[in-house]
Protein backbone atom coordinates (compact mmCIF):
# COMPACT_ATOMS: atom_id res chain seq x y z
CA UNK A 1 0.00 0.00 0.00
CA UNK A 2 0.55 3.57 -0.05
CA UNK A 3 3.37 4.96 2.39
CA UNK A 4 4.09 8.86 3.15
CA UNK A 5 6.65 10.53 4.79
CA UNK A 6 6.57 13.82 6.18
CA UNK A 7 9.17 16.20 7.08
CA UNK A 8 9.98 17.69 9.72
CA UNK A 9 7.72 16.60 12.60
CA UNK A 10 7.93 19.87 13.91
CA UNK A 11 8.84 23.36 12.53
CA UNK A 12 9.41 26.85 14.24
CA UNK A 13 9.53 29.99 12.30
CA UNK A 14 9.07 33.76 12.93
CA UNK A 15 6.21 36.07 11.99
CA UNK A 16 7.01 36.86 8.51
CA UNK A 17 9.15 34.32 7.25
CA UNK A 18 8.67 31.42 5.01
CA UNK A 19 8.06 27.86 5.92
CA UNK A 20 8.69 24.55 3.88
CA UNK A 21 7.10 21.03 4.60
CA UNK A 22 7.98 18.01 2.42
CA UNK A 23 6.88 14.95 1.89
CA UNK A 24 7.71 11.59 0.16
CA UNK A 25 5.32 9.03 -1.42
CA UNK A 26 5.73 5.62 -2.12
CA UNK A 27 3.16 4.32 -4.82
CA UNK A 28 3.52 5.47 -8.29
CA UNK A 29 -0.25 5.05 -9.07
CA UNK A 30 -1.31 8.09 -6.69
CA UNK A 31 -2.52 11.40 -8.45
CA UNK A 32 -3.42 13.15 -6.01
CA UNK A 33 -2.16 15.22 -3.22
CA UNK A 34 -3.69 17.10 -0.72
CA UNK A 35 -2.90 19.39 2.07
CA UNK A 36 -4.51 19.74 5.54
CA UNK A 37 -4.48 22.11 8.51
CA UNK A 38 -5.40 20.93 11.75
CA UNK A 39 -6.10 22.81 14.51
CA UNK A 40 -6.32 21.40 17.86
CA UNK A 41 -9.46 19.50 18.93
CA UNK A 42 -10.73 19.64 15.42
CA UNK A 43 -10.64 17.99 11.83
CA UNK A 44 -8.50 18.13 9.24
CA UNK A 45 -9.35 21.33 7.18
CA UNK A 46 -8.31 20.95 3.43
CA UNK A 47 -5.80 24.09 2.47
CA UNK A 48 -4.58 23.16 -0.94
CA UNK A 49 -4.52 20.11 -3.10
CA UNK A 50 -2.39 19.05 -6.62
CA UNK A 51 -3.33 16.56 -9.24
CA UNK A 52 0.05 14.84 -11.04
CA UNK A 53 -1.01 16.67 -14.12
CA UNK A 54 0.47 19.34 -12.66
CA UNK A 55 3.72 20.35 -11.33
CA UNK A 56 2.72 23.55 -9.18
CA UNK A 57 -0.12 25.44 -7.77
CA UNK A 58 -0.77 28.92 -5.52
CA UNK A 59 -3.26 30.16 -3.65
CA UNK A 60 -2.49 33.45 -2.32
CA UNK A 61 0.25 32.59 0.46
CA UNK A 62 0.02 28.69 -0.12
CA UNK A 63 1.88 27.08 -2.89
CA UNK A 64 2.28 23.54 -3.21
CA UNK A 65 4.88 21.63 -5.63
CA UNK A 66 4.74 18.47 -7.25
CA UNK A 67 8.04 16.28 -8.59
CA UNK A 68 5.88 12.83 -9.93
CA UNK A 69 9.30 11.21 -11.05
CA UNK A 70 11.03 11.80 -7.47
CA UNK A 71 7.32 10.95 -6.09
CA UNK A 72 8.11 14.20 -3.99
CA UNK A 73 5.96 16.96 -2.83
CA UNK A 74 6.37 20.06 -0.66
CA UNK A 75 3.66 22.78 1.11
CA UNK A 76 5.08 26.29 1.02
CA UNK A 77 3.51 28.88 3.13
CA UNK A 78 5.14 32.69 2.62
CA UNK A 79 4.29 35.69 5.11
CA UNK A 80 3.29 33.26 7.98
CA UNK A 81 1.21 34.84 10.44
CA UNK A 82 0.25 33.04 14.39
CA UNK A 83 -2.75 31.76 12.78
CA UNK A 84 -1.25 29.65 10.04
CA UNK A 85 0.26 27.81 14.02
CA UNK A 86 -1.19 24.18 13.78
CA UNK A 87 -0.30 20.88 12.70
CA UNK A 88 -0.72 20.50 8.76
CA UNK A 89 -1.09 16.83 7.22
CA UNK A 90 0.12 15.81 3.46
CA UNK A 91 -1.98 12.52 1.96
CA UNK A 92 -1.71 11.08 -1.45
CA UNK A 93 -4.41 9.11 -2.97
CA UNK A 94 -5.74 7.45 -6.22
CA UNK A 95 -8.55 9.05 -7.69
CA UNK A 96 -9.99 6.00 -9.15
CA UNK A 97 -12.24 3.47 -7.01
CA UNK A 98 -13.14 4.68 -3.82
CA UNK A 99 -9.88 6.83 -3.49
CA UNK A 100 -8.08 6.32 -0.47
CA UNK A 101 -6.13 8.83 1.14
CA UNK A 102 -3.13 8.06 3.10
CA UNK A 103 -1.75 10.60 5.65
CA UNK A 104 1.63 11.92 6.16
CA UNK A 105 2.87 12.25 10.01
CA UNK A 106 2.21 15.79 10.58
CA UNK A 107 3.97 18.51 11.13
CA UNK A 108 3.40 20.90 13.71
CA UNK A 109 4.40 24.69 12.81
CA UNK A 110 4.45 27.14 15.34
CA UNK A 111 4.61 30.94 14.06
CA UNK A 112 6.34 33.30 16.99
CA UNK A 113 4.98 36.58 16.77
CA UNK B 1 -16.93 24.05 1.20
CA UNK B 2 -19.90 21.02 1.84
CA UNK B 3 -20.08 20.66 5.66
CA UNK B 4 -20.07 17.07 7.94
CA UNK B 5 -21.31 17.10 10.84
CA UNK B 6 -20.63 14.53 13.38
CA UNK B 7 -22.51 13.68 16.87
CA UNK B 8 -21.23 13.84 19.82
CA UNK B 9 -18.60 15.89 19.69
CA UNK B 10 -16.98 14.51 22.88
CA UNK B 11 -18.19 11.55 24.84
CA UNK B 12 -17.45 9.01 27.61
CA UNK B 13 -18.41 6.15 28.47
CA UNK B 14 -17.94 3.16 31.04
CA UNK B 15 -15.63 0.06 29.83
CA UNK B 16 -17.65 -2.47 28.68
CA UNK B 17 -20.17 -0.32 27.17
CA UNK B 18 -21.24 0.33 23.36
CA UNK B 19 -20.36 4.21 21.97
CA UNK B 20 -22.44 5.83 18.54
CA UNK B 21 -20.58 8.21 16.70
CA UNK B 22 -22.77 10.01 13.74
CA UNK B 23 -21.52 11.39 10.67
CA UNK B 24 -23.40 13.11 8.69
CA UNK B 25 -23.11 15.62 4.76
CA UNK B 26 -25.07 18.34 5.87
CA UNK B 27 -25.35 19.99 2.18
CA UNK B 28 -24.52 16.92 -0.18
CA UNK B 29 -25.11 13.50 -0.70
CA UNK B 30 -22.17 11.01 0.29
CA UNK B 31 -21.70 8.66 -2.26
CA UNK B 32 -18.38 7.39 0.50
CA UNK B 33 -18.06 7.90 3.57
CA UNK B 34 -14.59 7.60 5.42
CA UNK B 35 -14.07 6.91 9.22
CA UNK B 36 -10.47 7.32 10.85
CA UNK B 37 -8.93 7.26 14.34
CA UNK B 38 -6.58 9.40 15.88
CA UNK B 39 -4.04 8.93 18.21
CA UNK B 40 -2.71 11.68 20.28
CA UNK B 41 0.13 13.40 18.21
CA UNK B 42 -0.55 10.95 15.94
CA UNK B 43 -1.74 11.14 12.28
CA UNK B 44 -4.83 9.54 10.99
CA UNK B 45 -4.86 6.40 10.21
CA UNK B 46 -8.09 4.98 7.84
CA UNK B 47 -10.17 2.63 9.76
CA UNK B 48 -12.83 1.40 6.99
CA UNK B 49 -13.94 2.98 3.70
CA UNK B 50 -18.00 2.58 3.37
CA UNK B 51 -20.56 3.27 0.65
CA UNK B 52 -24.27 3.52 0.77
CA UNK B 53 -25.89 0.35 0.58
CA UNK B 54 -23.26 -1.59 0.71
CA UNK B 55 -20.96 -3.49 3.30
CA UNK B 56 -17.85 -0.84 4.82
CA UNK B 57 -14.11 -2.08 3.87
CA UNK B 58 -12.18 -2.19 6.79
CA UNK B 59 -8.75 -1.54 7.18
CA UNK B 60 -6.19 -4.54 7.93
CA UNK B 61 -6.11 -4.98 11.65
CA UNK B 62 -9.27 -2.74 12.63
CA UNK B 63 -12.17 -5.56 13.74
CA UNK B 64 -15.03 -5.48 11.88
CA UNK B 65 -17.26 -7.07 14.37
CA UNK B 66 -15.79 -4.52 17.15
CA UNK B 67 -15.77 -1.21 15.13
CA UNK B 68 -19.64 -1.32 13.89
CA UNK B 69 -20.13 1.15 10.37
CA UNK B 70 -23.82 1.43 9.17
CA UNK B 71 -24.48 3.71 5.68
CA UNK B 72 -27.83 3.46 5.42
CA UNK B 73 -28.34 6.58 3.46
CA UNK B 74 -26.04 9.07 1.47
CA UNK B 75 -26.43 11.29 3.95
CA UNK B 76 -25.86 9.41 7.10
CA UNK B 77 -22.92 6.89 8.57
CA UNK B 78 -22.66 6.08 12.27
CA UNK B 79 -19.50 3.79 13.67
CA UNK B 80 -20.70 2.34 17.13
CA UNK B 81 -17.56 1.22 18.79
CA UNK B 82 -19.27 -1.76 20.72
CA UNK B 83 -17.83 -3.29 24.44
CA UNK B 84 -15.20 -0.04 24.43
CA UNK B 85 -12.15 -0.50 26.48
CA UNK B 86 -9.83 1.95 27.72
CA UNK B 87 -7.56 1.00 24.70
CA UNK B 88 -10.05 2.86 22.21
CA UNK B 89 -10.01 6.15 23.83
CA UNK B 90 -8.88 8.36 20.48
CA UNK B 91 -10.01 11.09 18.74
CA UNK B 92 -12.43 9.46 15.29
CA UNK B 93 -12.69 11.87 12.42
CA UNK B 94 -15.11 10.78 9.27
CA UNK B 95 -14.92 12.29 5.52
CA UNK B 96 -17.50 11.93 3.41
CA UNK B 97 -17.24 12.44 -0.62
CA UNK B 98 -19.89 12.93 -3.44
CA UNK B 99 -17.76 11.01 -6.20
CA UNK B 100 -16.98 7.12 -5.22
CA UNK B 101 -14.74 7.16 -8.17
CA UNK B 102 -12.81 10.02 -6.18
CA UNK B 103 -12.74 12.94 -8.19
CA UNK B 104 -14.23 15.60 -5.67
CA UNK B 105 -12.53 16.48 -2.68
CA UNK B 106 -13.66 14.70 0.62
CA UNK B 107 -14.70 16.87 3.59
CA UNK B 108 -13.70 16.27 6.95
CA UNK B 109 -16.13 16.05 10.26
CA UNK B 110 -14.93 18.15 13.79
CA UNK B 111 -14.18 14.87 15.31
CA UNK B 112 -15.72 12.88 18.14
CA UNK B 113 -13.10 12.38 21.13
CA UNK B 114 -14.19 9.16 22.84
CA UNK B 115 -12.91 8.69 26.22
CA UNK B 116 -13.15 5.06 27.71
CA UNK B 117 -13.32 5.02 31.69
Known amino acids: GENVEQHPSTLSVQEGDSAVIKCTYSDSASNYFPWYKQELGKGPQLIIDIRSNVGEKKDQRIAVTLNKTAKHFSLHITETQPEDSAVYFC????????????FGTGTKLQVIP | GAVVSQHPSWVICKSGTSVKIECRSLDFQATTMFWYRQFPKQSLMLMATSNEGSKATYEQGVEKDKFLINHASLTLSTLTVTSAHPEDSSFYIC?????????????FGQGTRLTVV
Open chain 1, 91 to 102: AAAYSGGYQKVT
Open chain 2, 95 to 107: SARADALGNTEAF
